[in-house]
């Protein structure tokens, strides 16, 4: 929490675009609810008795055309505040690292100094520009969603969220691992490219000594360890989707099976169960995105700690 406060003190300039990228992200999210909202009245009006047929289709072209808008402003208005802010970090890590002494440089490679200034500070573009963003619209996205639900049945809406509390430990356990193997990716491409430069730099050594197989074997070893360690987290990442997809469907066989009750009593009419199974299959798509913004952050932290 403390490296990002560090790092979002850097759009603190930019904080008339933040604002209204955040109204982009809020109407989005109210669109999506509408959406859902709508499919109450299509069951039990527009396609029942045939009434507001007019209505209900302006309101559908409408909610998606602010859903649409939402989305582009959002995406773009974020984008740009995460290209400002990696220009501005880069054009002060380049002067803070030019105005060290000679014993600095002497301690680090040239492959650490170009792995900090261009790796690293690209991936602190990806919490800007990409993983906040998405934080944001997906999370009161799903928020939305959720208060719909309780908004029409409470009670329904406890059964079909049974599985949602299970969810947060994997979620912190996925986001403990994929920080530590981020870090050691980090270390391991900071490697490969001092290797790359001290090859390329001293190429006529290389040639002169006929070392070219021994400098192949060095960059094909390290460029093995960045590709094992990026499949590791890969694994742990691609893990948590079919975990989730589990869990739901637990959820929805609750529901239904609730739902089948209720609508037989007289209590649930057929537009309102509806809604819930289009909710909780619409929900499933942000928890997903939510994991792998997530499984993102961690990455970024991890390379915002060694800027």
Known sequence: MTVLLRLLRYAAPYRARLTAAFAAMVAYAAASAGVVYLIKPIFDQALGSQSQLSTIALAIVGVYLVKGLGAYLSAYLMTDVGQRVVRDIRNEMF??????????????????????????????????????????????????????????????????????????????????????????????????????????NGH????????????????????????????????????????????????VAAMIWYGASQIGQGRLTMGEFMLFVTTLFLMYEPIKRLSRVNATLQQAMAAAQRI
């Open 95 to 200: 002067g803070h690292v030019l105005g060290q002494s000679a014993a600095f440089f002497s301690r680090r490679s040239t492959g650490q100094l170009l792995s900090r200034v261009n790796n690293d500070v690209n991936q602190v573009q990806q919490v800007v520009s990409q993983t906040i963003g998405d934080l944001i619209r997906e999370g009161v996205t799903l928020i939305g969603y959720i208060g719909l639900l309780f908004y029409h049945d409470a009670r329904l809406a406890l059964v079909s969220l049974t599985g949602a509390p299970v969810l947060i430990y994997p979620l912190v356990r996925l986001g403990q691992r994929v920080r530590r193997r981020g870090r050691r990716s980090q270390e391991q491409l900071e490697v490969l490219t001092h290797i790359t430069a001290e090859a390329f």
């Open 204 to 251: 006529r050594i290389v040639k002169a000594f006929g070392a070219e197989a021994r400098e192949q074997a060095r960059f094909e070893d390290a460029s093995h360890r960045v590709y094992r360690t990026n499949m590791q987290v890969t694994s742990t990442v691609s893990a948590l989707p079919p975990l989730m997809e589990w869990l739901g469907g637990i959820a």
